[in-house]
Every structure is written in structure tokens, then in C-alpha cells.
């Protein structure tokens, strides 16, 4: 998984599954249907992407209520796992090497961080921040061809990462976290939790990562499209989010060349960068899965990816090439 805070390279992370998920949501009914249905929607951004919720619910002050609710859990859940707010826990993280004690949110994020990293064999690493800003630097610079990471590849290694609930520590000066492919799966979680110990029965949240709650004021359920590499804003297919988390990493969201040949995937084992135009979708019970597992997912060939998932258990996985689509679990 799974366009987030990253500045610098071309276009957007993955805010191409929104797409498809957003109209899906704007078309739920016809005119006179929506009139008569308590459909509330909040539009705005979480951890630098465009973000949407839409509500049933059939009082509108409560509605407000419980997003007003919503919005201050991403917000405080913010200060926590943003990369660029200088004020976040894990910008002082990765400011001094250091944090004591962390957040209890962040020492939870990390170790289900640390699972997958174990179970994708490596694939999935949050350490892999000084490859990303090896990248990004290189090509600022005016870099035409893959940059030299060598001497950055030893600061990569989530073994290295000290976690328990007293501190976070890097292992080795240099060494820096990321959370953008996992932070916004975990974020929708704990939003989705709390609108359901609210009494909400019935939502879509698209917070970077897509779950649904409940069915559509028709009573389907909701629908989130799976886009085509070659044109993004062309869905290949769709799929019933109720009830579960939709995440989608490709290749194509961010680019750091013109040429689109270097990606904002980065293999933390290897340094180099994910297929330009391919794409991951994983289907779980918690977006916090599916993020990571989209993420390390797509730096793997089709039977690898096949393999990791079934030793998973309980992910669903679609494999997008320009003008197709197929299921591998």
C-alpha cells in the first residue's frame, strides 16, 4: 500500500480508487431518492489527502455531532503520524532518533507494522524513509537515471526499530520512519470504530483507504472501483465494500521522473522502485491490512503475492494491468 504527505514528485499518491469510490457514492440514487434520504457527507483532507465521509443517519444534528467527532479523531490521530507537521510525534521521532515515552497509538502502529514487515518477508518497511528522500533528492537535483543508494540502504531495516511502550528508538543514526502505507488504513479504523460506538450503522469513509459500513440508502451495498494503470480515471471493475477495507497501491500514483520509470513504491530491500503501471488492490477486514499488505504487495511478482496472501489468511488480492484485471486470491 497504499498520496499521502510526499512533496516533490509527480502527481498524487493513490487517490485513484477514490475516484471510482466517490462517484459510486455520488450516484448511490436519483435526485428525488436523495431527498429522501438522510445522506450527510464531509469532505476535506487526512494526513495531506483528499478525504470523504458519507453518513446515514436520520438526525441531522447528531449527523453533525458525531462528524464533528469524526473530524477531531483525525486530527489528533494527525499530530501523531504525520510526516510533515514538525509538531507530530513522528517528525520529533525522526528529528531525534528518540521518542520516550511514544504515543501508545504509535507503539501499536509499529508493532502491526513490524507483523507485516515479518510476514511480507521485508517487502513492507516503515524505515524506508531515507530511500524515499534518496529518491526524491536525486531527481530535484536534476537526475536522469536510478540514483546511488548504496550508502543509504544500511539505514533501512525495521528490525532496527526499537518499540515498546516506554520509547521508540532508531538503531543507527540516519535511519528515518514513514508511515504513509499503513498510517491512513489505521486512521480509517479507528474513525470507523468510533462512528460505530456512536450508534452509525450505515457509512463509506474514503480516508486514503476505503470501508464501509452498512449499505447504501438503497440498501446495496457500497461499491469502490478498481482503476485501470493505463488511465486511472477508468474503472476496471468494482467491488462491495460493506462491511470490509478496500486499499489499492500502484505504481502510477506518484512518479518521481517525467519519463514515469521510477515510482514512489520503493523496495526497502532493494531500493528500486515498483512497476509504473500496475496496481495492488487488497480486500480485508481492517484498512490497517489491507494499507500495509497493498503497499508490500506491490513489489512482488503475481505468485509471490499469491503465496504471502494465502499464509496471511483473510485478504483478498486484484492484480490491475493496463486494460485488465484478474483475482489472485
Do not use: K
Not at 67 to 81: K, P, S, T
Not at 221 to 247: F, K, M, N, Y
Request: charged residues 25%; positive net charge; proline residues 6%.
Amino acid at each position: 500500500m497504499p498520496a499521502i504527505e510526499h512533496r516533490g514528485p509527480r502527481s498524487s499518491r493513490r487517490r485513484f480508487i477514490a475516484i471510482a469510490g466517490a462517484v459510486a457514492g455520488a450516484a448511490l440514487l436519483p435526485p428525488s431518492a436523495h431527498a429522501r434520504t438522510a445522506v450527510h457527507d464531509w469532505n476535506g483532507v487526512a494526513l495531506g489527502a483528499r478525504a470523504s465521509i458519507r453518513l446515514l443517519h436520520p438526525d441531522a444534528a447528531e449527523a453533525r455531532r458525531i462528524i464533528a467527532l469524526a473530524v477531531d479523531e483525525i486530527e489528533r490521530l494527525e499530530r501523531i503520524f504525520s510526516l510533515y507537521r514538525a509538531d507530530s510525534a513522528l517528525a520529533r521521532l525522526n528529528r531525534e532518533g528518540r521518542l520516550e515515552p511514544p504515543p501508545l497509538e504509535l507503539v501499536e502502529l509499529l508493532q502491526r507494522a513490524a507483523a507485516v514487515s515479518e510476514a511480507s518477508g521485508g517487502a513492507f518497511d516503515v524505515t524506508v524513509q531515507p530511500l524515499w528522500r534518496g529518491y526524491q533528492e536525486h531527481f530535484a537535483a536534476g537526475g536522469e537515471t536510478a540514483p546511488d543508494l548504496a550508502a543509504l540502504l544500511p539505514l533501512v531495516g525495521w528490525r532496527r526499530l526499537q518499540v515498546d511502550a516506554e520509547r521508540v528508538a532508531f538503531g543507527r543514526p540516519g535511519m528515518a520512519v514513514t508511515l504513509n502505507g499503513i498510517a491512513q488504513g489505521f486512521v480509517t479504523d479507528r474513525v470507523a470504530e468510533l462512528l460505530r460506538r456512536n450508534g452509525v450503522e450505515r457509512v463509506l469513509l474514503d480516508l486514503g483507504e476505503i470501508r464501509g459500513l452498512g449499505s447504501r440508502p438503497d440498501g446495496r451495498g457500497w461499491q469502490v472501483g478498481i482503476a485501470d494503470p493505463a488511465e486511472p480515471t477508468h474503472a476496471l471493475g468494482a467491488l462491495d465494500c460493506s462491511g470490509r477495507a478496500v486499499a489499492t497501491s500502484g505504481g502510477y500514483g506518484t512518479v518521481f521522473d517525467r519519463e514515469a520509470r521510477f515510482s514512489h513504491l520503493i523496495d526497502p530491500r532493494r531500493g528500486t522502485t515498483a512497476p509504473t503501471r500496475r496496481g495492488v488492490t487488497v480486500v480485508a477486514a481492517e484498512a490497517t491490512l489491507a494499507d500495509a499488505w497493498s503497499t508490500a504487495f506491490s513489489l512482488m511478482p503475481a505468485a509471490e503475492i499469491r503465496d504471502r496472501a494465502q499464509a496471511a489468511g483473510g485478504l483478498g488480492v486484484y492484480l490491475a494491468v493496463p486494460g485488465a484485471l484478474r483475482r489472485l486470491v
